[in-house]
């Protein structure tokens, strides 16, 4: 298997390691890669990347018929999964916040939001 345009990459070049990118085209084993965060393009070799897509791709064909996710059994609590649509700003603030330590469980603070929420609009029912 081989590197493909769109597969996401993680560079391992000293000064930009850990960075990640989109490859945009294959010449030759030299990859035409964008960086996510600049959008600036450069060309690596693909040996200077790990693959991302690749790697995901090599497991599908390998397990194609694995379950993803936990297994079933090993919950500690009954907890259902859900997509929300949160502003950009309020988002990065979270995250930051997060990063300096002043939230350590994004479940456990989400969770106690929305009690305090519902615990004030059942009070305003009754």
Sequence with gaps: MIAEPGDKVRLKLAKLTGT?????????????????????RMRVDADDVTNLSLA?????????????G???????CDRVSVTLRIDRDLWEDFQAKE???????????????????????????S
């Design 20 to 40: 990640r990118a989109v490859i945009e085209a294959v010449h030759d084993g030299v990859l035409v890669i964008r960086l996510e965060e600049s959008g600036a």
């Design 56 to 68: 995901a791709r090599k497991a599908w064909v390998s397990v194609p018929d694995r379950r993803v």
């Design 70 to 76: 936990r297994p079933k059994g090993l919950r500690f």
């Design 99 to 125: 990063t300096l330590g002043l939230i350590e469980d994004r479940t456990a603070l989400i969770n106690e939001l929305l009690r305090a929420k519902l615990a004030r609009l059942a009070a305003k029912e």
